[in-house]
Protein backbone atom coordinates (compact mmCIF):
# COMPACT_ATOMS: atom_id res chain seq x y z
CA UNK A 1 0.00 0.00 0.00
CA UNK A 2 1.18 3.27 -0.56
CA UNK A 3 1.51 6.10 2.19
CA UNK A 4 -1.66 7.52 3.23
CA UNK A 5 -1.60 11.27 4.32
CA UNK A 6 -4.65 13.09 6.37
CA UNK A 7 -6.19 16.50 5.56
CA UNK A 8 -9.03 18.64 5.62
CA UNK A 9 -11.41 18.01 2.93
CA UNK A 10 -11.73 20.47 0.09
CA UNK A 11 -14.45 21.26 -1.91
CA UNK A 12 -13.33 18.69 -4.75
CA UNK A 13 -13.40 15.84 -2.28
CA UNK A 14 -17.08 15.47 -1.98
CA UNK A 15 -17.47 12.74 -4.41
CA UNK A 16 -14.92 10.87 -3.45
CA UNK A 17 -15.69 11.01 0.23
CA UNK A 18 -19.48 9.80 -0.77
CA UNK A 19 -17.62 6.89 -2.86
CA UNK A 20 -15.67 5.76 0.17
CA UNK A 21 -18.55 6.24 2.54
CA UNK A 22 -20.53 4.36 0.48
CA UNK A 23 -18.63 1.35 0.20
CA UNK A 24 -17.60 1.49 3.81
CA UNK A 25 -20.84 1.11 4.70
CA UNK A 26 -22.78 -1.23 2.21
CA UNK A 27 -24.14 -4.41 3.51
CA UNK A 28 -23.02 -3.31 7.44
CA UNK A 29 -25.85 -4.67 9.50
CA UNK A 30 -25.41 -1.71 11.71
CA UNK A 31 -26.00 0.42 8.18
CA UNK A 32 -29.29 1.84 7.30
CA UNK A 33 -27.65 3.43 3.92
CA UNK A 34 -27.91 6.88 4.99
CA UNK A 35 -24.14 8.10 5.67
CA UNK A 36 -23.70 9.82 2.97
CA UNK A 37 -26.79 11.62 2.56
CA UNK A 38 -25.99 12.55 6.71
CA UNK A 39 -21.89 13.71 5.46
CA UNK A 40 -23.96 15.65 3.03
CA UNK A 41 -26.60 17.36 4.96
CA UNK A 42 -23.75 18.12 7.64
CA UNK A 43 -21.84 20.03 5.06
CA UNK A 44 -24.63 22.01 3.70
CA UNK A 45 -26.07 22.69 7.33
CA UNK A 46 -23.02 24.20 7.91
CA UNK A 47 -22.55 21.51 10.79
CA UNK A 48 -19.37 19.36 9.61
CA UNK A 49 -16.78 20.97 12.46
CA UNK A 50 -14.06 18.78 11.10
CA UNK A 51 -14.09 16.84 7.96
CA UNK A 52 -10.57 14.75 7.36
CA UNK A 53 -9.83 12.84 4.20
CA UNK A 54 -7.11 9.82 4.53
CA UNK A 55 -5.60 9.89 0.39
CA UNK A 56 -2.53 7.86 -1.03
CA UNK A 57 -1.33 8.68 -4.23
CA UNK A 58 -4.40 7.69 -5.98
CA UNK A 59 -7.69 8.61 -4.71
CA UNK A 60 -9.01 9.43 -1.10
CA UNK A 61 -9.40 5.58 1.12
CA UNK A 62 -10.83 6.90 4.10
CA UNK A 63 -13.13 9.62 5.78
CA UNK A 64 -13.99 11.18 9.41
CA UNK A 65 -16.39 13.40 10.18
CA UNK A 66 -17.11 15.56 13.58
CA UNK A 67 -20.03 17.43 14.50
CA UNK A 68 -21.59 19.30 17.60
CA UNK A 69 -24.52 18.09 19.64
CA UNK A 70 -26.63 19.11 22.61
CA UNK A 71 -27.11 17.50 25.75
CA UNK A 72 -30.02 17.64 27.46
CA UNK A 73 -30.82 20.05 24.96
CA UNK A 74 -27.79 22.73 25.38
CA UNK A 75 -25.54 23.36 22.69
CA UNK A 76 -22.24 23.15 24.79
CA UNK A 77 -18.85 22.02 23.53
CA UNK A 78 -19.07 18.50 22.81
CA UNK A 79 -18.96 16.68 19.15
CA UNK A 80 -20.21 13.53 17.70
CA UNK A 81 -17.31 11.46 15.95
CA UNK A 82 -18.83 9.87 12.98
CA UNK A 83 -19.13 8.48 10.44
CA UNK A 84 -15.90 7.19 9.92
CA UNK A 85 -15.18 5.24 6.34
CA UNK A 86 -12.52 3.40 5.12
CA UNK A 87 -12.59 1.83 1.37
CA UNK A 88 -13.26 -2.13 2.44
CA UNK A 89 -10.16 -3.35 1.13
CA UNK A 90 -8.08 -1.55 2.95
CA UNK A 91 -9.64 -1.72 5.83
CA UNK A 92 -7.57 -3.74 8.88
CA UNK A 93 -4.67 -1.65 8.04
CA UNK A 94 -4.32 1.39 10.28
CA UNK A 95 -5.78 3.87 8.14
CA UNK A 96 -9.01 4.09 10.37
CA UNK A 97 -6.91 4.36 13.38
CA UNK A 98 -4.89 7.16 11.68
CA UNK A 99 -8.03 9.49 10.74
CA UNK A 100 -9.56 9.29 14.85
CA UNK A 101 -6.31 10.22 16.33
CA UNK A 102 -5.99 12.91 14.06
CA UNK A 103 -9.34 13.54 14.17
CA UNK A 104 -9.49 13.51 17.98
CA UNK A 105 -5.79 15.83 17.72
CA UNK A 106 -7.60 18.75 15.91
CA UNK A 107 -10.60 18.48 18.07
CA UNK A 108 -8.04 18.81 20.99
CA UNK A 109 -6.32 21.68 19.33
CA UNK A 110 -9.61 23.71 18.70
CA UNK A 111 -10.60 23.25 22.72
CA UNK A 112 -13.45 20.33 22.44
CA UNK A 113 -14.35 19.10 25.86
CA UNK A 114 -15.29 15.67 24.59
CA UNK A 115 -16.46 13.65 22.12
CA UNK A 116 -19.17 10.97 21.87
CA UNK A 117 -19.78 7.94 19.22
CA UNK A 118 -21.62 5.16 18.32
CA UNK A 119 -19.80 1.97 17.79
CA UNK A 120 -18.15 -1.00 18.58
CA UNK A 121 -16.48 -0.51 22.05
CA UNK A 122 -14.04 -3.34 21.42
CA UNK A 123 -12.48 -1.17 18.59
CA UNK A 124 -13.18 2.62 20.10
CA UNK A 125 -12.05 1.31 23.86
CA UNK A 126 -8.14 1.52 22.30
CA UNK A 127 -8.93 5.95 21.53
CA UNK A 128 -10.03 6.56 25.27
CA UNK A 129 -13.72 5.49 24.70
CA UNK A 130 -15.65 4.77 26.86
CA UNK A 131 -19.54 3.85 27.85
CA UNK A 132 -21.22 6.14 30.69
CA UNK A 133 -24.69 5.16 31.96
CA UNK A 134 -24.71 8.71 32.78
CA UNK A 135 -25.15 10.34 29.05
CA UNK A 136 -27.71 8.70 27.35
CA UNK A 137 -28.48 7.66 23.93
CA UNK A 138 -32.13 5.90 23.23
CA UNK A 139 -32.26 3.75 20.83
CA UNK A 140 -29.03 1.04 20.36
CA UNK A 141 -27.59 -0.97 22.12
CA UNK A 142 -26.23 1.23 25.93
CA UNK A 143 -22.60 -0.37 25.39
CA UNK A 144 -22.42 0.91 21.85
CA UNK A 145 -22.94 4.55 22.78
CA UNK A 146 -19.41 5.87 23.75
CA UNK A 147 -17.66 8.88 25.20
CA UNK A 148 -14.38 10.61 25.40
CA UNK A 149 -13.67 13.26 27.73
CA UNK A 150 -10.97 15.80 26.63
CA UNK A 151 -11.25 18.51 29.49
CA UNK A 152 -13.42 18.86 32.49
CA UNK A 153 -15.85 16.61 33.91
CA UNK A 154 -17.99 14.02 31.91
CA UNK A 155 -21.59 15.46 31.17
CA UNK A 156 -24.39 14.21 32.13
CA UNK A 157 -28.27 13.76 30.02
CA UNK A 158 -29.50 12.66 27.02
CA UNK A 159 -27.80 13.68 23.67
CA UNK A 160 -29.11 14.84 20.40
CA UNK A 161 -26.67 14.81 16.95
CA UNK A 162 -26.99 17.56 14.94
CA UNK A 163 -30.53 17.46 12.75
CA UNK A 164 -28.46 15.90 9.50
CA UNK A 165 -28.60 12.63 11.61
CA UNK A 166 -32.43 12.47 11.47
Request: hydrophobic content about 40%.
Given at each position: MNAVAIRPE???DHA???VVTEAAFRGQKHSDGSEVAIVDRLRKDGDLTL??????AERIVGHVAVSPVTIDGNAGNWYGLGPISVLP???HKGIGSRLMQRALADMRAIGAAGIILLGNPAYYSRFGFEHDPRLEYP???PEYF???VL???APTGVVSY???FG
Open positions: GPSAIASLVAEDALQGPPQRLTGDAPA
